[in-house]
């Protein structure tokens, strides 16, 4: 029981180029969230996807789209990234809502240069 | 607009003592409070919740206490021990944001030996 990982782990970009972070979960959750964490700024959701084939906007979605391939996958893309996307990015997992306990990925670092 | 916040961007403490940590909100609609433990390049781990009908809560060494009136709520850990050291981040849900965590900026907690 992996429980939720990420990948890849770092990546480093260039300004305009293109990418998607991938999310996976083996618990069988509902739920699925991606947030960024800056620093003094905590952790803000970029989207959720509160089940299969649903999708909604968080408070920084600008920049970002992200797609739920399955029950299973949450990824994240960036379709051209921006020197103010280089943030760490988490995803997080929930069995149906945001007063169940979220799970958390360990991160990916993402630098734009 | 910072809807939940943590004030002290950092607090050192020693082992055996009691660790307090502090949060406050604006958002008269959250009703769901949570604690989460970030230790460096892992993702945050739940540590704790408290439900708005209750004012405290309990959970070993850690107890959550929730004042409405004033829209505070902090985090006391007695004894604190090393192994706490760590960022701590509160997080609110509620409201139209029923679904979707609200974090502040996060307390890193330093105990000292």
């Known amino acids: 029981n992996a429980g939720v990982t990420q990948t890849p782990k770092f990546q480093v970009l260039k300004t305009g180029q293109s990418m998607t972070l991938q999310c996976a979960q083996d618990m069988n959750h509902n739920s699925m969230y991606w947030y960024r964490q800056d620093p003094g700024m905590g952790l803000r959701l970029i989207y959720y996807s509160a089940s299969e084939g649903t999708t909604d906007k968080g408070e920084v979605p600008n920049g970002y789209n992200v797609s739920r391939l399955n029950k299973r996958e949450f990824s994240l893309r960036l379709e051209s990234a921006a020197p103010s996307q280089t943030s760490v990015y988490f995803c997080?997992?929930?069995?149906?809502?945001?007063?169940?306990?979220?799970?958390f990925g360990p991160g990916t670092r993402l630098t734009v240069l | 607009d910072q809807q939940v916040k943590q004030n002290s961007p950092s607090l050192s403490v020693q082992e055996g003592r009691i660790s307090i940590l502090n949060c406050d909100y604006t958002?008269?609609?959250?009703?769901?409070f949570l604690w989460y433990k970030k230790y460096p390049a892992e993702g945050p781990t739940f540590l704790i919740s408290i439900s708005s009908i209750k004012d405290k809560n309990e959970d070993g060494r850690f107890t959550v206490f929730l004042n409405k009136s004033a829209k505070h709520l902090s985090l006391h850990i007695v004894p604190s021990q090393p192994g706490d050291s760590a960022v701590y981040f509160c997080a609110a849900t509620g409201g139209t944001s029923y679904g979707k965590l609200t974090f502040g900026q996060g307390t890193i907690l330093t105990v000292h030996p």
């Open positions: 997080a997992s929930t069995p149906l809502r945001a007063t169940d306990t979220q799970y």
């Open positions: 958002n008269s609609m959250f009703d769901y």
